[in-house]
């Protein structure tokens, strides 16, 4: 099953976050933060159709977006966030 985000939203996917502190600590799942860093997977038709915001992001970019946002939902067993296109903060080159 595919999710086409409508309008101005997007769909993103968490990128795994790192088990281990610089010093190599392993942590619990209870000590680990959730990231805030995502893989777009899809944008909606409102980013496409307008020329200023169509290339400020595209799927396949990895994205900061802010802490409590989204609504998540769960496709085909995989975990995906649906986000506005204003609660992205940046993208990472």
């Given at each position: 099953?595919?999710?086409?985000p409508?309008?101005?939203?997007?769909?993103?996917?968490?990128?795994e976050?790192?088990?281990?502190?610089?010093?190599?600590?392993?942590?619990?799942?209870?000590?680990k933060?959730?990231?805030?860093?995502?893989?777009?997977l899809?944008?909606?038709?409102?980013i496409?159709a307008?020329?200023?915001?169509?290339?400020?992001?595209?799927?396949?970019d990895k994205?900061i977006?802010?802490?409590?946002?989204g609504?998540e939902?769960?496709?085909?067993?995989?975990?995906l966030?649906?986000?506005?296109?204003s609660?992205?903060?940046?993208?990472?080159?």
């Amino acid at each position: 099953m595919t999710v086409k985000p409508l309008g101005e939203r997007v769909v993103i996917k968490m990128v795994e976050a790192e088990e281990k502190t610089k010093s190599g600590i392993v942590l619990p799942g209870t000590a680990k933060e959730k990231p805030q860093v995502a893989e777009v997977l899809a944008v909606g038709a409102g980013i496409t159709a307008d020329e200023k915001k169509k290339d400020e992001i595209k799927v396949g970019d990895k994205v900061i977006f802010s802490k409590f946002a989204g609504t998540e939902v769960k496709v085909d067993g995989e975990e995906l966030i649906i986000i506005k296109l204003s609660d992205v903060l940046a993208v990472i080159e």
